[in-house]
T-cell receptor, first 117, second 114 residues
Framework: AQKITQTQPGMFVQEKEAVTLDCTYD???????LFWYKQPSSGEMIFLIY??????QNATEGRYSLNFQKARKSANLVISASQLGDSAMYFC??????????????FGQGTILTVHP | DAGVTQSPTHLIKTRGQQVTLRCSPK?????VSWYQQALGQGPQFIFQ???????QRGNFPDRFSGHQFPNYSSELNVNALLLGDSALYLC?????????????FGDGTRLSIL
């Protein structure tokens, strides 16, 4: 079975500063994908960034980067130059390539990020 | 390029009733997944449809059923509604292609059971 753990229920950051949201995962499948989603209070789930288990380099998408440490089974999201619009719930999720769990996303409990002006 | 669209946005039902939620996938996507998200929690996988068949199912009772149409759109049906079914129901679409394909979500349907 797959498991995602997000240990930070809430995080605060000053506008224009960087923030790291933690995510650890557990799976026995060697092939998997790790995803981060943003969910504003309005409810829609917005895809931010993806990292494959065989990718050699950390993924980056604009102000988002994923700090992937395979040996530690961690996939932390780094948001640089925080903006007020970044205030939202952030979910880490995983999808494995095979077995009976193929296809489904397993989500963590989420981290609420608040950006202060 | 239209993203994932869900209808209705909000729905209020009473215990014992039945409900149908609808989802149109993002253009070009052929796989649809449904998730239930209780307040303050991460989404929980209900099931996934591909080629008009249920390919995978999470730990949800048979009261939850679905369908995928030839145009890849999908429906989620819930029978004999319980108070605990109150949640945000999210539809996600993706391309068939394993773990590398991100799932793109709609805005969800907020279901309230009285």
């Amino acid at each position: 079975a797959q498991k995602i753990t997000q240990t930070q229920p809430g995080m605060f950051v000053q506008e224009k500063e960087a923030v790291t949201l933690d995510c650890t995962y557990d799976t026995s499948d060697p092939s998997y994908g790790l995803f981060w989603y943003k969910q504003p209070s309005s409810g829609e789930m917005i895809f931010l960034i993806y990292q494959g288990s065989y990718d050699q380099q950390n993924a980056t998408e604009g102000r988002y980067s994923l700090n992937f440490q395979k040996a530690r089974k961690s996939a932390n999201l780094v948001i640089s130059a925080s903006q007020l619009g970044d205030s939202a719930m952030y979910f880490c999720a995983m999808r494995v390539a095979g077995g009976t769990s193929y296809g489904k996303l397993t989500f963590g409990q989420g981290t609420i990020l608040t950006v202060h002006p | 390029d239209a993203g994932v669209t869900q209808s209705p946005t909000h729905l209020i039902k009473t215990r014992g009733q039945q409900v149908t939620l609808r989802c149109s996938p993002k253009s070009g996507h052929d796989t649809v997944s449904w998730y239930q998200q209780a307040l303050g929690q991460g989404p929980q996988f209900i099931f996934q449809y591909y080629e008009e068949e249920e390919r995978q199912r999470g730990n949800f009772p048979d009261r939850f059923s679905g369908h995928q149409f030839p145009n890849y759109s999908s429906e989620l049906n819930v029978n004999a509604l319980l108070l605990g079914d109150s949640a945000l129901y999210l539809c996600a679409s993706s391309l068939e292609g394993g773990a590398v394909q991100p799932q793109h979500f709609g805005d969800g349907t907020r279901l309230s059971i009285l």
